[in-house]
């Protein structure tokens, strides 16, 4: 359905501009908002820190599994030394008499300590495990912390550009409350479908024979038809349908 022609004083156009500028002034400023690089930066440091955070998870738990290892290691040799102790201390102390019976102590022992040496290999491996565990862990501990730090400053950056952007958004959007009160509401309705169907711009001047909406120039038949329209039509490019504004320094 095509629009109807509208009528507007040439004060009342050109403060259309004004408009127009501050709303591209907002665009800008939602523009930098959404494409900070801070925002880029934390999103590619959470997805380390994710990968980090989830290594760090699987260390401690293999070092909580192994210092449960090593206990029970240190238990088993624990036991058998303990033992061994006692059948020594019998062996001292003369209570066994029997030589069949002071030969079996005697074979237990050696056993004992065959168990023993098995036992502290097998300690000794764990701890080793250990070790090499918890260096692990402290090595993605250290990295995950200097992550936090890392994410803290580029929040702290963030927020403080946000905040100065924010300002800016208020101001403007206060300045583009007071123009828009001052346009008619027709006018200011067709500006603003022609500036969501046109890249943001729905307004633009008309600077010696060009309109610096496309950029384009306007043919003479054109120039000739705002020319002889009266100062208070609301224009139209042809080329790009943008609402036209006659200023000091149009050709026409």
């Known amino acids: 359905m095509k629009e109807p022609t509208l009528n507007a004083e040439p004060a009342v156009q050109r403060r259309l501009l004004d408009l127009q500028d501050l709303d591209l002034q907002l665009d800008q400023v939602a523009h930098k908002r959404a494409s900070l ?3 880029q930066a934390l999103k590619e440091l959470t997805a380390e820190k994710s990968v980090v955070d989830r ?8 070092v909580s ?3 449960r ?8 040799v624990e036991q058998v030394r303990q033992r061994k102790a006692r059948n020594q201390q019998r062996i001292d102390s003369g209570q066994v008499t029997s030589p069949r019976d002071l030969e079996n102590l005697q074979h237990e022992i050696g056993s004992l300590d065959r168990r023993i040496s098995d036992l502290e290999d097998a300690e000794l491996e764990v701890m080793e495990k250990l070790e090499a565990a918890e260096a692990v862990q402290i090595d993605l501990r250290t990295r995950a912390e200097a992550f936090a730090g890392r994410q803290a400053e580029l929040e702290t950056s963030r927020d403080a550009v946000l905040k100065e952007l924010d300002e800016q958004r208020a101001e403007y959007g206060d300045k583009r409350s007071t123009v828009a009160a001052e346009l008619p509401e027709q006018l200011l309705a067709q500006y603003q479908r022609l500036r969501e169907h046109n890249g943001g711009i729905g307004a633009a001047p008309l600077v010696g024979k060009r309109c610096m909406g496309c950029r384009m120039e306007l043919a003479p038949s054109d120039l000739n038809t705002i020319k002889s329209a009266a100062p208070d039509a609301v224009l139209r490019c042809d080329e790009c349908g943008r609402i036209l504004v006659r200023t000091s320094e149009s050709a026409a």
Do not use: G, I
């Open 65 to 67: 599994d192994l210092q």
């Open 69 to 76: 290892e090593q206990k029970k290691a240190d238990s088993d």
């Open 37 to 39: 690089p801070e925002h």
């Open 55 to 62: 290594e760090l998870v699987t260390a401690d738990t293999e």
